[in-house]
């Protein structure tokens, strides 16, 4: 499991405020015990949790130090150890990496002054340093904890590191900041810590720099770090490996009606919990734990064994306007049952839903009512993506027009995007082609929405896509195909569109640099499940060239998706 930028550093300041130097130590050290520990403990005081973070720019950053209770305008400098240490993993040149730092406070658990040390690389979206924010936020190379030394005299520096190597620390880098006059030393701790960190820093005020040069000695003559960089490794697997884990832990929390139960700002006890919803108190408690992990929930210290709902478990919330809910039993319902045979696809080309289920994904969802309303409304779930839509040239252009124009929106399900746009422009007139118990709610839907009666609904398939709109529109649709039934769908439109005509399709696009994006985790499930696949712009491109259509431009929507626009290519 991956935590993102924001929960890992809510949970590397709720560390900082729980830990003190003699309870941290032993866990770093499993060896240091008695008077060694407590002459240490005495030397060293636990100052900060360290953790690299990859803001798309200040604002971002600024925004996840507000949520996770930290000071916003806590100044930064220019952080050179940490530069110097992913250009070197990197190979990229220093000078591209603006690594900065910035230590925004918080307390220990006697009120001690503490901070959380945060590294920051910017990283725009699409931006070509993302691919190392993937490896590190996977590695966690930089995560660590620090010790301050309270005598930062020579002689003190060289004995801590002789007796940190004694009980199993290697060196793993280290320097001097010369903005700040401290050296760092960072340590790899042994395998059998009893603490989720595996990095330890020494840090001493000012210049020492004989003793940072026999830590790097000791780095460079070191044959046990391909056996640390191995331990990370297992770490890292171990996480991904515990990802079903959390697809289940989310849809037992929905499915249980969790977040409906928990008062809206208001901590719950569990055991009050577990009343209202008729659930089991212990196991309840073990859920709600690693559900906080995942900054679904959070624990409230004012109440006994309290958890309050967060903004993201909020999310799942039934009645929440902008409810995920429907995702969450999808992908933890039939979805994960065919994930569980994703090498039958490998291996046979074919969908495992398909070899799982005994017919595909469509015949399946039509023959059960609730499993087809169910897909209808995740479906609808991932409508924020449509947000940005109505305000885009061809449908304002449409709107403006001095005679009435028609959206037709081909395979529009529920009838989600069209009410989106048909709400944002009464000027307009809409078609709706869908199977026959789609047409009846997308037709309740609209109705509800205000504009059904500006629209006609037709049942059938891609073959009866209407003659005569002005604009056309093709959402979440070609993912589900493969190349040949792509350009059916694409002729289809193209013989029923006027010369005038638009067409808008809405999907994901591969990146062109392979870099990490959602659209390459819904080329994995759209392969598992339908048979169909993600694409790049310029394999969109070439498939509208084949039904005689011409992609013209591309612009980005909400959820790493993107709108297309296409139109008869010259003759």
């Not at 952080?79 to 230590?103: G, K, P, T």
């Amino acid at each position: 499991m991956l935590l993102d930028d924001t929960a890992r550093l809510r949970a590397a300041a709720a560390f900082v405020r729980e830990h003190d130097s003699a309870t941290l130590l032993p866990l770093l050290l499993p060896g240091l015990r008695g008077p060694e520990l407590k002459s240490v403990a005495a030397r060293c005081r636990f100052a900060h949790a360290g953790l690299l973070l990859f803001p798309s720019d200040a604002q971002d950053l600024r925004s996840r130090l507000v949520e996770c209770g930290l000071a916003a305008d806590t100044p930064a400098q220019p952080s050179v150890v940490v530069r110097a240490r992913l250009a070197r993993r990197h190979h990229r040149d220093a000078a591209e990496l603006d690594v900065r730092i910035l230590r925004p406070r918080v307390h220990g658990p006697a009120g001690e002054r503490r901070v959380v040390e945060v590294f920051t690389l910017h990283v725009p979206a699409h931006s070509d340093l993302e691919p190392i924010a993937a490896h590190e936020r996977a590695r966690g190379h930089e995560a660590h904890l620090a010790f301050e030394l309270e005598s930062p005299d020579p002689v003190a520096l060289h004995g801590l590191c002789a007796v940190l190597a004694r009980h199993g620390a290697r060196p793993d880098g280290g320097g001097y900041n010369p903005h700040e006059d401290g050296t760092v030393l960072y340590f790899t701790t042994p395998s059998d810590t009893a603490c989720g960190y595996r990095r330890l820093e020494l840090y001493a005020p000012g210049d020492h720099r004989d003793a940072l040069a026999a830590h790097l000695d000791g780095l460079e003559g070191l044959d046990e770090r391909p056996d640390a960089d191995a331990d990370r490794s297992a770490e890292t697997l171990l996480h991904l490996l515990t990802g079903a884990w959390t697809t289940q832990a989310l849809a037992a929390f929905a499915r249980l009606r969790l977040p409906e139960a928990m008062e809206p700002g208001a901590a719950v006890g569990t055991r009050e919990l577990a009343r209202r919803t008729g659930t089991h108190p212990d196991s309840l408690a073990t859920l709600l734990r690693y559900l906080a992990m995942l900054d679904v929930v959070a624990e409230d210290p004012e109440v006994l064994d309290g958890f309050r709902l967060t903004p993201l478990g909020g999310l799942l919330l039934a009645d929440s306007p902008d409810t995920m809910r429907p995702l969450a039993l999808m992908y933890a319902g039939p979805f994960y049952e065919s994930f569980a045979a994703l090498d039958h696809t490998v291996r046979t080309g074919k969908p495992a839903f398909d070899e799982l289920f005994g017919e595909n994904h469509f015949d399946h969802f039509a023959r059960d009512p609730e499993l087809a309303d169910l897909f209808d409304l995740s479906m609808a779930a991932s409508s924020r993506m449509f947000r940005p839509l109505p305000a885009h040239p061809v449908l304002t252009a449409a709107a403006q027009a001095p005679a009435p124009r028609t959206v037709v929106d081909v395979a529009g399900g529920n009838g989600e995007l069209l009410g989106r746009i048909l709400t944002a422009h009464p000027s307009l007139r809409g078609t709706l082609l869908e199977r026959p118990h789609a047409v009846e709610t997308a037709r309740r839907s609209l109705d509800a929405a205000g504009c059904g009666a500006r629209c006609d609904y037709r049942s059938g398939d891609f073959a009866d896509v209407p003659h005569g709109g002005d604009v056309y529109i093709l959402s979440r649709v070609l993912h589900d195909w493969d190349d040949d039934k792509c350009r059916e769908i694409l002729r289809h439109c193209a013989r029923a569109m006027p010369a005038h005509a638009d067409l808008l399709i809405v999907e994901r696009l591969l990146p062109a640099d392979g870099s990490p994006s959602l659209a390459t985790a819904w080329d994995l499930h759209m392969m598992c499940n339908v048979g169909g696949r993600e694409r790049r712009a310029d394999q969109y491109a070439r498939l509208l060239a084949d039904a005689g259509l011409e992609l013209l431009d591309h612009a980005p929507l909400p959820l790493e998706a993107h709108v297309m626009h296409a139109r008869r290519a010259p003759a």
